[in-house]
């Protein structure tokens, strides 16, 4: 990935994609700007960020094609990466939280329990200061946790624009209960189960 070197339109989501200033980029709307279809107003309350910024899977497809300085990060656990695969243009994963070690189980959810990564914060920040990209994409399962991402890279003042992938990895489920509906899977986006050496940061060190 390089600094800024390309600048093009996504044509087939009509994206709008500007960079106000040629210097640092800033979270408080400086910087790239990612125009997308996303209404807040209809998004599910746990999707909703802090900062409004939203893109959905389909349109971070295009856009990742078309420019070289907008990085993709993966913040689902390593297991489901591996397990469910994830974007081959996931530049890293970055856990938000991680299987709990201890398993205690959520009997209303159906599933065991998982605890905040109290190494995200300086991973992200170690990353983004090594690659420096314009604005960052923030993937999870189906846009609860991106969401939680996101509002924590802010508070914890990061500069770089973080967008939501509002529709995640799997996508939202169906009637059936099933994840079908949307999500980089479903919408055409390439991926893979393969784990290339350095995604996981720390992995086998």
């Known amino acids: 990935m390089t600094s800024l070197t390309r600048l ?9 994609l500007a960079c ?12 790239m700007k990612i125009e997308s279809s996303v209404v807040e107003s209809e998004l599910a309350e746990k999707k909703v960020n802090k900062v409004g910024r939203y ?4 349109e971070s497809i ?5 420019r070289d300085d907008v990085a993709l990060v993966d913040i689902r656990s390593p297991a489901e990466t591996m397990l ?5 243009a996931a530049d890293i994963n970055i856990p938000l939280k991680m299987i709990d070690p201890a398993y ?12 905040n990564n109290p190494d995200f914060m300086a991973t992200m920040k170690s990353f983004l200061a090594e690659e420096q990209p314009a604005a960052v994409l923030i993937i999870c399962r189906s846009g609860g946790r991106s969401a939680r991402a996101v509002d924590a890279m802010h508070e914890a003042g990061i500069e770089v624009p973080a967008y939501t992938v509002v529709d995640g990895f799997e996508g939202d489920k169906s009637d059936a209960g099933k994840r ?18 350095g995604f996981w940061p720390g992995a086998g060190a």
């Open 104 to 115: 205690p189980f959520n009997a209303k959810k159906g599933r065991y329990k998982m605890r």
């Open 180 to 197: 079908t509906v949307n999500g980089w899977k479903n919408v055409g986006g390439e991926w893979t189960y393969k784990v290339n050496e």
């Open 84 to 88: 469910v695969g994830y974007p081959t």
């Open 20 to 31: 106000a200033f040629p210097g640092p980029v800033h979270a408080d709307g400086h910087g």
């Open 62 to 66: 295009d856009l990742l094609k078309e």
């Open 55 to 58: 893109i959905t899977a389909a």
């Open 8 to 16: 093009f339109a996504a044509p087939a989501v009509a994206l709008s």
